[in-house]
């Protein structure tokens, strides 16, 4: 059954550091997503990304983060200068987008711990 | 603000136990809400609504969506240790296909 998948499984990296989360989406969709979870909090959207560009993104989501398409596989987020408060599950998902197809297939994610 | 809350946050019952879970939602754009089981990792997905008074039926769980009173319901009978997770309800509307609002979770714990 095709899957997301994400890598690294985890991530620790000291505060002020770039990191770079990576996802490879499920082959045939077109609409990719970044999500976060803060231990003990809920999944929070961070950004959707559809036909190369940024289509949504939450507040959380700013200067700091960046994402791309970098081939027709790949799909990464980018944190330039990560805070202690950046430490959450990172997760990429992916969907099929159209009329009634709004589900979204998650990856394992990514545990990113900023120290 | 996009808002979807769940109760109760969690429950512990005996194998063989009926539980529902409920979820509220107010999401601006409504298209569908999605159920998910989050056990160690990754929310997998069980259900999607997008219609009114329809249940969906996977096994022993069943959901409905009530899209007048933005309620919906799951429900899983028979339960068994393994039906042991966090179960998150999300509502998808925005601009964005696939953008969901995500409520806190119904941690739920079946005892043998």
């Known amino acids: 059954e095709p899957e997301v998948t994400q890598t690294p499984s985890h991530q620790v990296t000291q505060m002020g550091q770039e990191v770079i989360l990576r996802c490879v989406p499920i082959s045939n969709h077109l609409y990719f997503y970044w999500y976060r979870q803060i231990l003990g909090q809920k999944v929070e959207f961070l950004v959707s990304?559809?036909?190369?560009?940024?289509?949504?993104k939450s507040e959380i989501f700013d200067d700091q983060f960046s994402v791309e398409r970098p081939d027709g596989s790949n799909f990464t987020l980018k944190i330039r200068s990560t805070k202690l408060e950046d430490s959450a599950m990172y997760f990429c998902?992916?969907?099929?987008?159209?009329?009634?197809?709004?589900?979204?297939?998650f990856g394992q994610g990514t545990r990113l711990t900023v120290v | 603000e996009d808002k979807v809350v769940q109760s109760p946050l969690s429950l512990v019952v005996h194998e063989g136990d009926t539980v529902t879970l409920n979820c509220s939602y107010e999401?601006?754009?409504?298209?569908?809400l999605l159920w998910y089981k989050q056990e160690k990792k990754a929310p997998t997905f069980l259900f999607m609504l997008?219609?009114?008074?329809i249940e969906k039926k996977s096994g022993r769980l069943s959901s409905i969506l009530d899209k007048k009173e933005l309620f919906s319901i799951l429900n899983i009978t028979a339960t068994q240790t393994g039906d042991s997770a966090i179960y998150l309800c999300a509502g998808a509307g925005g601009t964005s296909y696939g953008k969901l609002t995500f409520g806190q979770g119904t941690i739920l714990t079946v005892h043998p």
């Open positions: 998902a992916s969907s099929i987008p159209g009329q009634g197809k709004t589900e979204a297939f």
């Open positions: 999401v601006t754009n409504f298209r569908s």
């Open positions: 997008t219609s009114s008074g």
């Open positions: 990304f559809y036909n190369n560009e940024i289509s949504e």
